[in-house]
T-cell receptor
Framework: AQTVTQSQPEMSVQEAETVTLSCTYD???????LFWYKQPPSRQMILVIR??????QNATENRFSVNFQKAAKSFSLKISDSQLGDAAMYFC???????????FGTGTRLQVFP | SAVISQKPSRDICQRGTSLTIQCQVD?????MFWYRQQPGQSLTLIAT?????????ESGFVIDKFPISRPNLTFSTLTVSNMSPEDSSIYLC????????????FGPGTRLTVT
């Protein structure tokens, strides 16, 4: 069975600094999708970034980028120039190819200090 | 994108009763899912709601406990049956507009407390 592990329950960063959130996963498949979702306090879950496993190039979305290491089954999220609005719970998620269902990690709570 | 609403937003229910949660999307979607998020924890997929056929349940979840309907491409319901305090959770609906590992949009959730 596929599993997703986030080893950092909590992280903190100062405004304008950079922070990296870790995620590892376990799968025997070669094709799949990986995601980072953000869940702000009392607000809806939203997609931060998405990576297709067959693409070697790391995905980027403005201040958010990933370091995808397929052989190591690692998928970390880097947030540059952190802002107060980045404070949230961040979930790493794995989706098997052709199913669209999401398998979530346990989450990392990110605090941003002024 | 997709705008998702859920009703009720929260409820307090007595042990042994049932609650039906509604999920309404503002446009037709391909896939609809139901997740459970226990307080302070991660999300666990309960089932995929299939239009016109029985839902596909994940290991550990059964139809008798969590019956799901999906009568059309914009609406689904999840019923939590014969509730116990262990069912206290946030229940979230999510949708995917395009199959193939694309973005899922999540509803605001229904916070259920069972006493």
């Amino acid at each position: 069975a596929q599993t997703v592990t986030q080893s950092q329950p909590e992280m903190s960063v100062q405004e304008a600094e950079t922070v990296t959130l870790s995620c590892t996963y376990d799968t025997s498949e070669s094709d799949y999708y990986l995601f980072w979702y953000k869940q702000p306090p009392s607000r809806q879950m939203i997609l931060v970034i998405r990576q297709e496993a067959y693409k070697q190039q790391n995905a980027t979305e403005n201040r958010f980028s990933v370091n995808f290491q397929k052989a190591a089954k690692s998928f970390s999220l880097k947030i540059s120039d952190s802002q107060l609005g980045d404070a949230a719970m961040y979930f790493c998620a794995y989706s098997p190819y052709n199913t669209d269902k999401l398998i979530f990690g346990t989450g990392t709570r990110l605090q941003v200090f002024p | 994108s997709a705008v998702i609403s859920q009703k009720p937003s929260r409820d307090i229910c007595q042990r042994g009763t049932s609650l039906t949660i509604q999920c309404q999307v503002d446009s037709q979607v391909t896939m609809m899912f139901w997740y459970r998020q226990q307080p302070g924890q991660s999300l666990t997929l309960i089932a995929t709601a299939n239009q016109g056929s029985e839902a596909t349940y994940e290991s550990g979840f059964v139809i008798d406990k969590f019956p799901i309907s999906r009568p059309n491409l914009t609406f689904s319901t999840l019923t939590v049956s014969n509730m116990s305090p262990e069912d206290s959770s946030i229940y979230l609906c999510s949708v995917s507009k395009v199959a193939g590992g694309y973005e899922q949009y999540f509803g605001p959730g229904t916070r259920l407390t069972v006493t």
